[in-house]
């Protein structure tokens, strides 16, 4: 893989065929996988929806990631309410920053705010502008220019400005293209961000010659490095969740380095003295780590997430496989899995034999069912934003699902109000920011992940049961909302197929 050449990565439909549309159960998603679906061939890389109530921006997803790197401003190249998301994050965002530097600054952000005069005349003058008063006044490390859609249909050059700016300014300056128009599965906004990275921001660091004077110098930092791993983090993630696989993988030793969440620019530099570089998810990471693999010799891990305790396990001797630390390894998923055990027993007492449905990033809901089974929970449905080949090792981790349904849907809430209220599940475990409509259905909810809760690890899977246990004692509030507020879909829908206007899914 190099796509670095190119002005901007692909869009995932073409380089992984991520299918956004599919309805059936979870043994035929696993025959499509089988299959070979995203060979080439792409029989579900052709479906799609005759009706979609909504559609996820590359654009808003690439801010997520965007916005959490410190000592750089974000100008968003782009009208102004192309970056609205934002507001929603700035608090996270910051206090983030903050529990990695105390010093760091909150999120800053500058806007184009183009409109229709730009339209005919062109974005130039304003983005020239704003780059400009980002160096002048802020004086960051980097300066991230991230466009939407108009600057990339009225054809501003973005590239050769901001070529022609970096003379001018003492921040280096990194192109983000993710127009939202260009792909229909968000995830394409990862690859979007790393492709930026990949081609301003990643380097060999000097230090390493300088380091290497003497010859003692020389062992120690081949040292350091041989037992260095850069944890490729994600925006979902919380502080704890770093800090709980910080203690797994030095427990075995291990050193830990995070990118590229609330990294430092000169971070991504040092990021390639490692020697391994293990992702959380691939859905996030398969085009950084393949481009640095091929560019820079570090070999890289994409298995399973560590959420959920057979997750966990596999993730770390995966690892540990990979330095020869097995036997370590061995020992401390022994010492864990026996302290979880203990700890778990009381809220099996309430949760075993509940249903859960869950809906979110495909890799995480399916290895968080693995917590819901571990609890003696029955899963009766999963929605996942898309689905590619990262989803097929989570589903070792679980037992009896062939016959679950599953929904492949980027948002469509209707489908998913359909599914709820056939499968009726006991509680609804959701990607967080799009519940208000779900919460109408009565049902507890827990979110899927949450800035400030640990899911990751064993204490996540303690965590996730300790709160679950709470939601499902008392979801008054939800209940209160079904019995006063309407859900906003008609009664004829339920009475209708979930995947009704899904088309050309004929392989399955
Ligand atoms: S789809 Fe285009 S116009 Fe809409 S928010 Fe995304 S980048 Fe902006």
């Given at each position: 893989m190099n796509y670095l050449d190119a002005k901007s990565a692909p869009a995932r439909e073409d380089?992984?065929?991520?299918?956004?549309a599919f309805g059936g159960t979870c043994a035929q998603i696993r025959g499509c996988i089988r299959a070979g679906c995203?060979?080439?061939?792409?029989c579900l890389n052709l479906a799609d929806r005759r009706f979609a109530e909504t559609q996820g921006c590359q654009f808003t997803l690439s801010l997520a990631i965007l916005n959490?790197?410190?000592n750089a401003v974000v100008i968003m190249?782009?009208?102004?309410?192309?970056?609205?998301?934002?507001i929603g994050n700035v608090g996270v965002n910051k206090t983030f920053k903050q529990l990695r530097d105390p010093s760091a600054e909150g999120v800053v952000w500058l806007s184009t705010n183009l409109d229709e005069v730009d339209v005919i005349n062109g974005g130039e003058r304003k983005l020239r502008e704003a780059v400009l008063y980002a160096d002048r006044e802020f004086r960051p490390e980097t300066i991230i220019v991230a466009n939407g859609c108009v600057p990339a249909l009225i054809g501003d050059d973005i590239d050769s400005i901001l070529a022609d700016l970096e003379t001018q300014t003492a921040a280096k300056i990194v192109p983000i293209h993710c127009?939202?128009?260009?792909?229909?599965?968000?995830?394409?906004a990862y690859d979007a961000v790393y492709h930026g990275i990949l081609k301003k921001l990643t380097k060999k660091p000097e230090r390493q010659q300088y380091l290497a004077e003497s010859d003692l110098d020389k062992i120690r930092e081949q040292y350091r490095i041989s037992r260095n791993v850069n944890v490729l983090n994600v925006?979902?993630?919380?502080r704890q969740d770093e800090l709980e696989l910080q203690r797994l993988l030095n427990a075995i030793g291990l050193n830990v380095t995070f990118i590229p969440?609330?990294?430092?620019?000169?971070d991504f530099e040092y990021s390639?003295?490692?020697s391994l570089n293990v992702s959380i998810c691939g859905t996030h990471d398969d085009y950084f780590v393949e481009h640095i693999r091929e560019n820079y010799g570090v070999p890289f891990l994409i298995d399973?997430?560590?959420?959920g305790r057979k997750n966990t396990d596999r993730w770390i001797l995966k690892i540990a496989g990979h330095f020869g630390l097995e036997k370590e390894a061995q020992r401390l998923i022994e010492v864990e899995n026996r302290l979880l055990d203990e700890s778990l027993k009381p809220f099996r007492k309430v949760l075993a034999g509940k249903r859960a449905f869950l809906a979110g990033g495909e890799v995480r809901i399916v290895a968080t069912a693995e917590i819901l089974q571990d609890l003696g929970m029955e899963i009766v449905g999963f929605k996942a934003h898309h689905f590619d080949r990262?989803?097929?090792?989570?589903?070792?981790?679980?037992?009896?699902?062939?016959?679950v349904v599953i929904d492949v849907a980027t948002n469509q809430p209707f489908e998913q109000s359909n599914l709820l209220n056939r499968l009726k599940p006991d509680v609804l475990i959701t990607h967080t920011g799009g519940n208000n409509i779900y919460a109408k259905h009565g049902l507890p909810i827990l979110p899927l992940?949450?800035?400030?809760y640990n899911y990751m690890g064993y204490s996540g899977v303690f965590e996730v049961a300790r709160r679950l246990n709470r939601v499902m004692r008392n979801c008054q509030f939800n209940k209160k909302l079904s019995r006063y507020t309407r859900l906003p879909?008609?009664?004829e829908w339920y009475e209708k197929d979930p995947f009704a206007y899904i088309k050309n899914q004929d392989a399955v």
């Open positions: 380089r992984l065929k991520t299918n956004i995203f060979s080439g061939k792409g959490t790197l410190r190249h782009a009208p102004i309410g192309c970056g609205a998301c934002s127009e939202g128009f260009k792909t229909k599965v968000m995830a394409t925006s979902s993630m919380s969440c609330y990294a430092e620019p000169e390639l003295e490692s399973t997430i560590p959420i990262f989803i097929e090792p989570m589903f070792d981790s679980l037992d009896n699902v062939d016959d992940f949450g800035p400030s879909f008609r009664k």
